[in-house]
């Protein structure tokens, strides 16, 4: 998370564009899914130990978090490709 952070914050710097694009709120959104994805697979870990069934609805959660992380990843990539 650490590195995501530091990237994103990077990215944001170097953007010619401005911190409030398309590409910046679908990478912001997906940046959030992670951390709040971090936050509760700490909190199942902690209280069932790290070797606990994953419920469905988080795993669920996790997948789509995933996902959208790397739809952003995508989109940036395309942009700069496109420039």
Same mark, same amino acid.
């Given at each position: 998370?650490?590195?995501?952070?530091?990237?994103?914050?990077?990215?944001?710097?170097?953007?010619?564009?401005?911190?409030?694009?398309?590409?910046? +709120?679908?990478g912001?959104?997906?940046?959030?899914?992670? +951390?709040?994805?971090?936050?509760?697979? %700490?909190?199942?870990?902690?209280?069932?130990?790290?070797?606990?069934? +994953?419920?469905?609805?988080?795993?669920?959660?996790?997948?789509?978090?995933?996902?959208? %992380? +790397?739809?952003?990843?995508?989109?940036?990539?395309?942009l700069?490709?496109?420039?």
């Open positions: 998370m650490l590195l995501d952070v530091t990237a994103t914050v990077f990215m944001i710097l170097g953007s010619s564009k401005g911190a409030f694009t398309l590409h910046g +709120v679908l912001y959104s997906s940046l959030a899914a992670m +951390v709040i994805d971090t936050v509760l697979i %700490w909190r199942l870990a902690r209280a069932s130990g790290p070797a606990a069934e +994953v419920p469905r609805g988080l795993h669920r959660y996790t997948r789509v978090a995933y996902l959208w %992380w +790397v739809a952003a990843f995508i989109t940036g990539g395309l700069v490709a496109m420039r």
